[in-house]
């Protein structure tokens, strides 16, 4: 027999296992029979499967091969179970790394994404997923962004698409805005290490996603136990809704200046403020900087405050900066008169760009205030302290730092208590007092109850080329027009100038700038920010129902058969903004009458890492283990089954070349094992015989076949432990071998049996052998239209198994029975046992408790 060497080559001795041969030779079968393409069929039960779609940039690895097999094997299960499988592949083709690729290589940013996605597409064919390719997409073509302009217009007629001016952050030598997520090393560009990123007010396109800030968190229920709990709660904290009162501070003597309005949801703990601070960017600064006497020294800390970019994520940790504005505000409840001052960590984006700081029960107020020897006042106690005793100590606290100025307290209190030294409201539990406290600053006309939502509205404009235009035009006699629906699609330029630095790429040609207002007919100018590529892929998913439609995004009736998506798959890192744009896009498309459901995604899978060295695999870290080689040297499905069997698909998966060369050894040794019995079965019919004719191979094997068979089909159906289904499967091919020869005491229709189940628990995770293997045994027809096996739940049953014998309640050994027995007959198995009949000897039995097939504890005396 022949043996394979690690390379794939093949040695003289004979053909045997060659992957690189049998998978090419299936990939073109299932090409002409055009195997994986679909269409909407009422009498079957549908199931659309989904991994989410790449970005085509540099090498596909193994790390983006495990997403896709895992997708591949429930695609194929469920086409094997009789479901109608919806199974497509696309690209996620706009973005800023190909504008900058396209830079650095001095080619077109499209000619270097084609490239990229011709050579993604290969290697995922190359690994047999079982793609629909009629239905792919490209993000980057015309025929798809055509249809996020015309969303856009949608929104705008709604008012949910918008233009105003908002802090940014900026990289002055990009000239461009970036993400959070693109402000490094504490402050610096990701791509200009050495330019400090600065912030900058610009006019920037919104979509109103708070305009839907209460269904997306009230249909996370919906969710639940669907998708990851972690998942749940990371949206649900990202739209971090506040119930709490809006408090008006009216400022001292300055004419004319507007009152000062905090949001808190602890306004019982007002009595407790020491000082008002404003966000860097608050409108009411001008005012009150002017003719201030801490002007000159303000406008400086200021300007650099402004500039300096800051995350919501830094706000815990970073460094408290601040100054003092000369001028004081009125608390409404108190009357006292506190200062008011500007810190770097109010943030404008957040409630109204303005607090109160009650530095004893808030720690970044109190880190604050320590800081710049700001008043720390108790107004909240602990709930077990008598309210009586405790107002006492309070007001002796308080005493105290009215002489000091500075409250002992090392560590804010910030949980609901007992209120102390807050005026008529001291003795108060916190719940009542901050309805009372509400409802009077709503009586007095300075407050109102509100509820506020973390959630910002979604910037969508970027000063780039390589990205979708933003269908609007600015006429100097009509203002800001749409673009008309019929001169859709608005064309990036073919040819534009891409340096990576000045203004925006569009911006700086003329032919796409200078157009014809559609109003007038007079010369008017083009909008040059384009699309944030989360537009792109935020409704992606409902293209493929559709992608050939040249007249709406999609045909509503394709949608409702396929949607919502049985099960997407994904990693953990777009747990909060691709699917939270996602969701908000489904609700906008239910809201123009498109579709009728309120979430696109049914179940949502996150899957582990691929980590080499103890972290992930990427390019950058130089630790990719590249797609195409793994599949060169040891075959498609050998890369298939480790990154499958290595790890269960929700942890992380450390990459181990001796673990997929184990891999390797196990598909050569179940081919030899087909390969040998596969002329003594071929012309027979598989069929199980009468059980009283079976022998005891016979038996064994059919048992230790259908057990498997049950306990894989469970791993597949329940649970997606593809890791424990493959060591099933390599324990019964294992088990099999053990009963060699074959062709000895089993029978040829019970070889083929034990061989084809064999055959089709592998299909799913190496449906390239499985073919090959199928044909092996016989078939003429591909295996692709087999059906998933069903297990014979008799033949599952053993027919002895192995109990316990406890003596006096303490275990003396363990006997093999029949099923069923007895205690008279296991008793009698027990006393010809050598280590229990010692414990019996010369003693009576009192009392049998026996649990059929469990245990027999013998009480003897």
């Known amino acids: 027999m022949a043996e394979q060497n690690i390379a794939g080559g093949v040695t003289a001795a004979g053909p045997g296992y060659d992957p690189q041969k049998i998978e090419e030779k299936w990939q073109k079968r299932w090409a002409e029979a055009r195997v994986f393409e679909t269409e909407a069929d009422p009498s079957k039960p549908k199931y659309y499967v989904l991994e989410m779609l790449p970005y085509p940039s540099g090498t596909m690895h193994m790390g983006h091969m495990r997403n896709y097999a895992i997708g591949d094997v429930v695609a194929r299960v469920k086409r094997m179970r009789g479901f109608n499988v919806l199974h497509p592949m696309g690209w996620d083709a706009f973005g800023l790394p190909a504008e900058n690729a396209a830079i650095k290589n001095n080619t077109h940013p499209r000619e270097w994404t084609n490239k990229n996605i011709a050579e993604f597409q290969r290697v995922l064919r190359r690994f047999g997923f079982s793609y629909d390719w009629r239905r792919e997409i490209s993000t980057c073509e015309p025929e798809y962004y055509r249809w996020n302009q015309w969303f856009f217009l949608r929104m705008l007629e709604r008012g949910l698409a918008y233009r105003k001016k908002s802090r940014v952050n900026w990289c002055p030598k990009c000239c461009t805005v970036l993400a959070n ?78 009152p000062i309005e905090v949001f808190t949801t602890r306004i019982d703990t007002i ?35 402004r500039q300096t970019s800051v995350k919501t994520e830094e706000l815990a940790t970073m460094e408290k900066e601040g100054f003092f504005t000369g001028r004081y505000a009125v608390n409404p409840f108190s ?55 405790l107002k006492a100590e309070a007001d002796k606290k308080v005493a105290a730092a009215v002489h000091s100025n500075q409250e002992t307290v090392e560590e804010a209190f910030t949980e609901y208590g007992v209120i102390v030294n807050s005026g008529p409201d001291s003795g108060m539990e916190s719940a009542a007092a901050i309805a009372k406290m509400a409802a009077f600053a709503e009586q007095k006309g300075f407050g109102h109850v509100e509820t506020i939502f973390r959630l910002r509205d979604w910037g969508i404009s970027r000063q780039r080329y390589w990205g979708t235009p933003i269908p609007v ?24 100038k891409l340096t990576g630095e000045g203004e925006s790429p569009l911006a700086a040609t003329p032919e796409f700038v200078s157009t014809t207002c559609p109003k007038c007919g007079g010369p008017a100018r083009r909008e040059t920010d384009t699309m944030d590529t989360f537009v792109d892929s935020s409704w992606y998913f409902y ?43 489904c609700k906008v498309m239910r809201d123009l009458g498109m579709i009728s459901h309120n979430e696109p995604i049914e179940r949502l899978f996150t899957q582990g890492m691929v980590q080499k060295g103890g972290v992930a695999m990427s390019k950058s870290r130089g630790n990719v283990v590249g797609a195409e080689d793994m599949a060169q040297k040891y075959g498609a499905d050998t890369g298939r089954l480790y990154t499958l069997f290595a790890a269960p698909p929700e942890k992380d998966l450390e990459w181990s070349e001796e673990s997929i060369e184990g891999s390797w050894r196990f598909l050569n ?10 002329p003594g079965v071929k012309g027979v019919r598989s069929k199980n015989t009468d059980a009283a004719a079976e022998s005891p191979k016979e038996k064994f094997l059919l048992r230790k076949t259908h057990q498997t068979l ?18 099933l499967v390599m324990e019964i091919t294992n088990e099999i071998y053990s009963q060699e020869p074959l062709d000895k005491d089993v029978r040829p229709g019970v070889r083929k049996e034990v061989l084809e189940l064999l055959t089709l628990m592998l299909a799913p995770m ?91 504890n013998l009480v003897v005396a």
């Open 473 to 496: 035009i600015y006429c100097p006699k009509d203002g800001l027009v749409p673009v008309p629906d019929k001169d859709l699609p608005v064309l990036l330029p073919p040819n534009p």
């Open 335 to 389: 009357g006292e008169k506190i200062p008011i001052w500007v810190g770097n960590f109010v943030l404008m984006e957040y409630g109204t760009g303005a607090i109160m700081a009650v530095p004893a029960h808030d720690q970044r107020d109190l880190e604050f205030c320590r800081k710049y020897g700001l008043p720390v006042r108790v107004v909240v106690e602990r709930k077990e302290v008598e309210s009586s005793k």
């Open 766 to 856: 190496t449906p390239h052998l499985a073919e090959e293997l199928w044909e092996m045994l016989g078939h003429s027809n591909g295996l692709w239209k087999a059906s998933w096996p069903v297990f014979d739940e008799a033949l599952t049953r053993e027919e002895e198994v192995e109990i316990p014998v406890q003596v006096n309640g303490r275990l003396r050994g363990k006997v093999k029975v029949r099923v069923g027995a007895g205690a008279d007959e296991v008793e009698k198995l027990a006393r010809a046992d050598a280590a229990i009949a010692p414990h019996l000897a010369g003693n009576t039995v009192v009392k049998r408790i026996l649990v059929p097939d469990k245990l027999l």
């Open 710 to 727: 049950r306990r894989v089909t469970q791993d597949f159906e329940t649970r997606w432990h593809f890791n424990s289904a493959i060591a």
């Open 181 to 258: 997520e693109q402000v490094i090393n504490g402050g610096y560009c990701w791509r200009h290490e050495d330019t400090l990123v600065e912030s900058r007010e610009i006019e920037q396109w919104f979509l109103k996603t708070t305009a839907y800030a209460d269904q997306l968190l009230d249909d996370l229920k919906q969710l639940e136990g669907k998708w990851p709990e972690r998942v749940i709660l990371m949206q649900r904290n990202w739209i971090g809704k506040s119930q709490g009162a809006k408090v008006k501070f009216a400022v001292a003597d300055v004419a004319g200046a507007q």
């Open 271 to 305: 009595y407790g403020a020491t000082a008002v601070i404003l966000a860097p960017g608050h409108p009411l600064l001008s005012k009150l900087l002017k003719d201030s006497p801490a002007q000159a020294e303000a406008a400086p800390k200021l300007a650099k405050m």
């Open 669 to 678: 040794r179940v081919y030899r094992l087909v390969e040998r019995h596969a």
């Open 543 to 585: 293209r493929y129902c559709d992608p050939r439609n040249e007249k709406a995004p999609f045909d509503s009736a394709k949608v409702a058969y396929w949607f919502p998506i049985d099960q997407y798959i994904g990693g953990i890192t777009h747990a909060i903004l691709h699917l939270l744009y996602s969701r908000f896009w």
